[in-house]
């Protein structure tokens, strides 16, 4: 019976762990989807299956979090074709008003990241450090 209590309570700080892991991803998905609808102005229907996208993605990437560790190359190429991928279903619900607002942040999106890494490279930081922080600025503020 000591040992089945001592089982339960090394596996309790697990269980909510995992639950508060869950809640962040969640949070951030709700996060994002909010985001999105004041920048496109969605509709209930595109906010609900955009949410729908930003969870799946927020899946995916929780899935990845070892993987980072292992291998960075494929931890990045995954993270990058999981981004473009709900890159592209966003963009497959949005009507042609929105698409253009969209496209618009995309445009203000690549004109940050050329001004970051031209203050990078004056300020002769490793191309590490740039990709990383490219990659930070796409993929915090990406759909």
């Known amino acids: 019976m000591k040992k089945i209590l001592l089982c339960l309570l090394c596996l309790l700080p697990v269980v909510f762990l995992q639950a508060q892991k869950d809640m962040t991803d969640d949070r951030q998905a709700a996060e994002r989807t909010a985001r999105l609808k ?3 102005t969605l509709d209930a229907d595109q906010e609900v299956t955009v949410l729908k996208i930003q969870e799946r993605k927020s899946t995916q990437v929780a899935e990845l979090r070892d993987l980072k560790q292992k291998n960075p190359s ?3 190429q995954k ?3 999981i981004y473009e991928g709900n890159e592209i279903a966003v963009q497959r619900l949005l009507r042609k008003d929105q698409l253009k607002a ?3 942040h995309r445009h203000t999106l690549r ?4 001004q970051l890494v031209k203050k990078m490279k004056a300020s002769d930081a490793s191309q590490l450090d740039i990709d ?5 600025l796409e ?3 990406s759909y």
């Open 132 to 136: 990383e922080a490219v990659r930070r």
């Open 79 to 81: 993270l990058q074709n």
């Open 111 to 114: 004109i940050q990241k050329a």
């Open 139 to 141: 993929y915090d503020f």
């Open 102 to 104: 969209y496209h618009a």
């Open 74 to 76: 494929k931890y990045y």
């Open 38 to 40: 004041q920048m496109l």
